[in-house]
């Protein structure tokens, strides 16, 4: 860029230019998108981008976008695609009449950008997301080695429960598959290193998988969480055959019985629980510590 630390800002986000980079902070506030509070801000270097173009927007603006190198960042490798325009992290929407500023930066740009050939490596950092969330059916969470899932009795199918809490170590995995709770039959799936053994085809029966609904897995959750997930199984290579870990019996953590009644106390207040059914379920989860 001709000017190191030129600022554009537009709408629910400013961008930053730097020799190699460009900064993308955003806004917080009430009418951000949740997914663009989670990630804060973001450094993309230019080589991780494939694109940039500016087009009419709606109501009097203007849209500059970025499209990243397919590879090169494990938020958008792990939405593959799925984003609506509101919570793409690539848009910067603009009054029209900065349009003249946008077209400047718009050039700036286009002869520091990297090849159209998907990237080796990721280039953009992970973000810094939850590593924690709640799906339908069980709370994930990850350490930065590997992924457990503790199902919800309310939620998770037979299947799930008849197989037990899970973990997964990263080096078994070779990749996620993230469906967006937007849709019908939003989901978590870990692809597991399993050669010839096929993993069920529907997400509430599989032990690799959360699903998502009635306000659980929300994009600004679950999507970070897939990419950190995604952006440690490509950086860690295969291990041992054992895929599945099984939490042994024994005492549950403390944390994950305060959820687990959290959650009861939600579906009773909800009116899905009678008095009875909450109070013996209250008094089996208690018994656990």
């Known amino acids: 860029m001709s000017r190191m630390g030129d600022v554009l800002a537009g709408f629910h986000a400013a961008w930053e230019f730097d020799s190699d980079s460009v900064l993308i902070r955003f806004e917080r506030g009430i009418r951000t998108p949740k997914l663009f509070q989670t990630l804060g801000e973001r450094r993309i270097p230019y080589e991780a981008l494939a694109a940039v173009d500016l087009s009419p927007g709606k109501r009097g603006t203007v849209v500059l976008h970025a499209a990243p190198r397919p590879g090169a960042d494990p938020l958008m490798e792990a939405a593959a695609g799925q984003l609506k325009d509101g919570s793409d992290p690539y848009r910067l929407v603009l009054p029209a009449e900065r349009e003249t500023l946008a077209e400047y930066y718009r050039d700036e740009l286009r002869p520091l950008l990297g090849p159209a050939e998907p990237a080796d490596d990721f280039l953009v950092a992970v973000p810094e997301g939850p590593l924690q969330f709640k799906a339908y059916d069980g709370k994930a969470s990850f350490d930065g080695k590997s992924v457990a899932y503790r199902w919800f009795w309310t939620g998770a199918s037979s299947a799930k429960w008849k197989a037990g809490d899970q973990t997964y170590q990263v080096t078994d995995l070779e990749g996620v598959e993230w469906r967006s709770p937007e849709v019908f039959d939003g989901y978590l799936r870990l692809l597991r290193r399993a050669p010839g053994v096929p993993q069920p085809p529907q997400a509430d029966q599989d032990p690799a998988a959360v699903v998502f609904g009635l306000g659980y897995g929300p994009v600004h959750e679950s999507l970070p969480f897939a990419a950190a997930v ?60």
């Open 230 to 289: 995604l952006c440690a199984v490509r950086t860690s290579g295969p291990a041992a055959p054992a895929l599945v870990e099984h939490r042994p019996a024994g005492r549950r953590d403390p944390a994950d019985i305060a959820d687990r009644i959290r959650h009861l106390g939600e579906l009773h207040q909800a009116g899905l629980l009678t008095d009875a059914e909450f109070t013996s379920k209250k008094a089996e989860l208690l018994a656990e510590l």
